[in-house]
């Protein structure tokens, strides 16, 4: 029965071992600044370059849709501009009460415009999952873009509006009709 027993846990005391072991880097392996723990040596050097947000292109005709917080190379016939959105962030989070629509906040990141590029509140809007139409606005108080961005410039902003809980698609149109970027975010207040 003591035999049994043993032979029973030695499977479990190897994938612990095992699992101890994953957790770190071996003697001699280096780790990265940029990541939690560094990367085990005995990943192939390809894995290593990875980046799991890669930057999306994005055009009238193909309109890139990514996540919150993920890169989009818009380009037109005029100019490109790396664009990103965060958020949003909303108030109250962990409340008793979850209301059925909260104030929320996105940043807006532009870099790396190869040409003029207009800037306008107005050039955003967010749908929900009802496709309910929000449209976003410079939050007072804050520092306002520059109505272009020039190359060489890099600009964040705030946009805010009282949206629904739920999904939602923050939505950039630089002209004010064609949409060429969308980011996908959920709105929690819970």
Not at 40 to 57: I, Q
Request: charged fraction near 15%.
């Amino acid at each position: 029965m003591i035999v049994t027993a043993r032979l029973r846990s030695l499977p479990l005391a190897a994938v612990l071992l095992t699992l101890a072991g994953c957790g770190s880097t071996a003697a001699g392996g280096s780790a990265s600044a940029t990541h939690f723990g560094g990367y085990p040596t005995y990943l192939p050097s390809s894995t290593l370059n990875y980046r799991s947000d890669t930057v999306l292109a994005g055009t009238v005709q193909r309109p890139a849709l990514t996540s919150q917080g993920d890169g989009v190379e818009v380009k037109t016939m005029r100019w490109s501009v790396l664009v990103t959105v965060t958020g949003p962030e909303v108030p109250g989070e962990g409340l008793p009460y979850q209301a059925p629509a909260t104030t929320c906040t996105w940043i807006v990141t532009m870099a790396d415009a190869t040409g003029p590029v207009p800037v306008s509140a107005s050039d955003f809007t967010s749908i929900d999952a009802e496709n309910d139409v929000y449209r976003p606005a410079f939050v007072a108080g804050q520092p306002q873009p520059p109505r272009v961005l020039r190359p060489g410039q890099t600009i964040s902003f705030e946009l805010r509006a009282v949206e629904a809980t739920g999904e939602g698609l923050m939505r950039w149109a630089p002209d004010g009709r064609n949409i060429v970027a969308k980011w996908d975010f959920v709105v929690e207040n819970d």
